[in-house]
């Protein structure tokens, strides 16, 4: 995602929400300057789902203690060979992200980035609007829009 | 020529533009670089960004040397005397804790051990718009803490002026690799690395084998010397050859590290925690248990050590996007326009109390700065011509050869984060566009300290 091409100019952060812990958990808090460009209940859906996916992730259970003291047995070498579960969850989420911005948010303008590339702090949405290479000439306009001379 | 020089006073205000990029642009048609390349905290990579390890590599080659010259001096002179007289199973057992011990020593010192990626330039002043809009009206910056919920019981976020964000609960800033790692335990030096949410299993697992190697070699080492007086052989040179000397000073220490770690890991908390106190019951009226805990031995231990394994969120092979840097170039000639004409002496004046506030602060919060002289003085940041404070800080060294570099950056980065002036230094392209934005998305309690 390259910050010149949101030519609007907004970018809009979901923080965490750390209420249950250090597990990876995201607000569900609607911003109120995406209510006119998308529905709440879809974009609650989707951190929802994506708070499932990561708890999915970070479950302690009987496959993540299997998990632990295989590794554990062979003096964590088998992490060289072997994909750990989060891994695997990870890539189903950046699956399920790519499937949400094609099908719900490009159509309305807009882009989430994936948490991970902003180490899972904050799920970074940025209004997207396409209008080919005026990217930095709006971008300078929208800036003497926003100063007061 | 201007836009250069900008953007020469914080290169890593940007979390992925290279020096080198950015002054010299035309040159940025070269082979791609990865991110480890151009990664902001005191670290070394090797293997191409797979192996990690603090710059300050402490004393990891010490740590190997006692335990390969412990192990070795018992190979070489009691298994053979034991193999002949008890079994041939010591120097297999010995043996396979030795590798274990190794493995598990090379594990903690080359993993990642949970670095957060710095703030990107819009992350930053998101924050920056969400602290201001809380209802300062003073001049003077309030201490930036955040107070959240986690169980029920209040918990203060700290803001990291280096890394341009509000830490997660349990992080921490390492000043001596100038990351903030999460579930920060401390800082390693036998290790040669932070200890830390993602290699604390591993280092238990060093320190737990290494106890029972240490324990198990001193156990052969005082049997081999007790059959030795049986038998009536030279007792001095027997005590000479072998590693009793070592053993003894260490296995005490190595057994007494690992007793407190178990300690910590039976009750869900870090070295960090535990020394500063931050959940003892002694402190304040109100109940002010362990929030993380989950209120059982075992289910502590389990998800310590056993739980899942996290993911690297540094992406140190990953390639630096090459139009991400170009565009940064690009956008800070067009935008420096606008900018300057925003400037006015109100602001100035403002923004001029604002460094010298942050930059005391700054001094406080760090405190690496030694009695030297840094290169970026109060006089020279105090001019509201933007040249030249870009000079004087470009002035220090961005490598971490000097100790002042921290203190020099931190204030930088203070000077960046607070100063609409000096963000021009650190070219946002979104930062207009961000503060178009109408108002606050999530109301968290600012809570200014007194």
Avoid at chain 1, 35 to 41: A, D, G, K, L, Q
Avoid at chain 2, 16 to 43: C, D, I, M, Y
Avoid at chain 2, 47 to 58: A, D, E, M, P, V
Avoid at chain 2, 268 to 288: H, M, P, V
């Amino acid at each position: 995602m390259r910050p010149l091409e949101t030519v609007c100019g907004c970018v809009f952060f979901i923080q965490r929400d750390y209420s249950e812990g250090t597990t990876c958990k995201f607000q569900t808090k609607f911003p109120s300057e995406l209510e006119t460009r998308i529905e709440r209940s879809l974009f609650e859906d989707t951190v929802k789902t994506l708070n499932n996916y990561y708890a999915e992730a970070e479950k302690i259970g009987g496959q993540s203690y299997l998990e632990g003291c295989l590794a554990c047995a062979t003096a964590y070498l088998i992490f060289l060979c072997m994909e750990t579960r989060y891994e695997k969850v990870l890539k189903k989420i950046a699956k399920y992200i790519q499937e949400q911005n094609e099908k719900i948010y490009a159509p309305r303008g807009l882009l989430i980035t994936d948490p991970i590339e902003r180490g899972m702090r904050v799920i970074e949405i940025s209004i997207y609007e396409d209008r080919g290479s005026s990217g930095s000439s709006s971008s300078s306009s929208s800036v003497s829009g926003s100063t007061t001379r | 020529m201007k836009s250069c020089e900008y953007q020469q006073i914080d290169p890593r205000a940007l979390s992925v533009s290279p020096l080198s990029a950015q002054s010299h642009p035309q040159t940025k048609a070269q082979r791609p670089r990865r991110k480890w390349e151009v990664f902001p905290g005191k670290n070394r990579f090797f293997c191409n960004g797979r192996i990690i390890l603090s710059r300050q590599s402490g004393v990891l080659p010490l740590t190997l040397g006692l335990i390969v010259i412990t192990c070795g001096l018992f190979f070489a002179f009691d298994c053979p005397f034991l193999v002949e007289h008890l079994t041939v199973f010591i120097p297999v057992i010995g043996g396979a804790l030795f590798v274990f011990v190794i493995l598990s020593l090379f594990r903690t010192s080359f993993t990642d051990p949970g670095i957060l990626p710095r703030a990107t330039p819009d992350e930053a002043a998101d924050i920056e718009r969400q602290i201001d809009s809380s209802g300062s009206s003073s001049y003077r910056p309030p201490p930036r803490t955040k107070e959240i919920l986690i169980n029920q019981q209040v918990v203060k976020l700290k803001y990291c002026f280096t890394c341009k964000m509000f830490r997660p609960p349990r992080t921490s800033h390492c000043s001596l690799c100038d990351n903030c790692v999460e579930r920060f335990d401390h800082h390693c030096p036998w290790v040669g690395n932070c200890v830390g949410k993602r290699n604390y299993r591993f280092f238990y697992s060093f320190i737990i084998s290494l106890s029972f190697l240490t324990s198990f070699i001193f156990g052969c080492v005082i049997t081999h010397l007790t059959l030795r007086c049986h038998a009536g052989k030279s007792l001095i040179q027997a005590i000479q050859e072998s590693p009793l000397v070592i053993c003894f000073f260490s296995v005490w220490s190595i057994l007494g590290l690992s007793g407190f770690h178990t300690y910590l890991v039976a009750s869900n908390l870090t070295t960090n925690e535990d020394i500063k106190g931050s959940w003892s019951s002694k402190r304040g009226a109100e109940d002010s248990g362990n929030p993380y805990t989950y209120n059982g031995i075992i289910k502590n231990c389990c998800a310590t050590l056993c739980g899942p394994m996290p993911p690297s969120l540094i992406d140190r092979r990953g390639f630096v996007p090459p139009d991400e840097a170009a565009a940064a170039a690009c956008t800070s000639e067009i935008e420096l326009p606008p900018f300057t004409a925003k400037n006015d002496t109100n602001m100035c004046t403002q923004s001029t109390k604002d460094v010298l506030e942050r930059m005391l602060h700054s001094s406080d919060f760090h405190g690496v700065c030694p009695a030297g002289p840094p290169k970026t003085s109060p006089l020279g940041l105090e001019a509201s011509d933007s040249l030249g404070a870009a000079r004087a800080p470009s002035m220090c060294s961005r490598r971490a050869d000097s100790p002042c570099t921290t203190c020099a950056r931190s204030r930088k980065d203070s000077l960046h984060s607070i100063n609409p002036a000096f963000r021009l230094a650190s070219p946002s392209p979104s930062l207009p566009r961000v503060n178009l934005a109408l108002s606050d998305t999530q109301e968290k309690g600012f809570i200014p300290l007194p």
